[in-house]
């Protein structure tokens, strides 16, 4: 299968950037920030089963089994030093992704975090099991869709699948004890996101044995949509830091 989306393809740029979706999410979530990356990264957005174009594939409902398949499907595009973002359950598969390449000896110029509790802070939760009305009740909370657009009976009929699947990976979730990640971590938040705070964001910087720093945007769990720009320096300033070739 396709895992991974690129739209403008960059093949002299110094660094790969893969961009991991939220729960429910495609990688067409990320597709503005192929064009709007510096010249010098690549971005590549990763599409999970179930999901997007690849949408007749079969969902992977286990977050370290999911990373190990993303993993494999990395190999062949580890030419070049590589970077990891992701936002809400994305954030977590993002980690570890980090932790399965740092395993295989490969390391992670940046883990960008963005919009989710440190994966080692485990918040139960049974968002998964509710019912369809309940469910898109919360996607509408968290305001990455419009109501009017769930009402459609197809639409809840494509999307709703994939959206119970991925939060089944985020709630299901058990953080394995092992060694902290060797790469620099930044977590990212909106000022009013309901699903963290600063405080619990910061706690990433436990997961590392290397720099950490919390960026907080103005706005909700879905800050980055408006502040993409200010998203993407802040990516560009960080792995400039690690990575100079890389402004």
Known sequence: ????????????????????????????????????APHSVEVRAVQYPGHGDQRSAPLVDDAV????????????LLDRPVALFGHSMGALIA?????????????VTHLFASGR???????????????DD???????RLGG?????????????????????????????????????ACPVTALLGSDDPEVTAGQAARWGELTS????VRVM?????????RQGDVIAELSRAVAAAWPSTP
């Not at 309940?134 to 509408?140: F, G, K, M, S, Y």
């Not at 999307?159 to 058990?174: F, G, Q």
């Not at 290397?210 to 720093?213: G, I, M, P, Y």
Request: charge should be negative; aromatic fraction near 12%; include cysteine.
């Open 218 to 226: 103005e706005g909700d769990h879905f800050y980055l949509v408006p």
């Open 210 to 213: 290397d720099r950490f720093a």
């Open 145 to 181: 869709v419009e109501r009017e657009l769930m009402d459609d009976p197809d639409i809840r009929e494509l999307a709703l699948p994939a959206v119970r699947n991925d939060y089944r990976i985020d709630e299901t979730y058990r953080h394995r004890p092992g060694g902290v990640l």
């Open 95 to 107: 980690y570890e992704v980090a932790r399965a390449l740092e395993a295989r000896g490969r390391g």
């Open 134 to 140: 309940e469910l898109v009740d919360e996607l509408i």
């Open 1 to 36: 299968m396709n895992w991974f989306h690129c739209y403008r393809p960059r093949p002299y740029a110094g660094l790969r950037l893969f961009c991991f979706p939220h729960a429910g999410g495609s990688a067409s979530f990320y597709r503005s920030w192929h064009g709007d």
């Open 65 to 76: 089994h999911l990373a190990k398949l993303v993993t494999d499907a990395m190999a062949p």
């Open 117 to 131: 509790h440190a994966p080692h802070e485990h918040r139960p939760g049974d968002t998964h099991a509710r019912s």
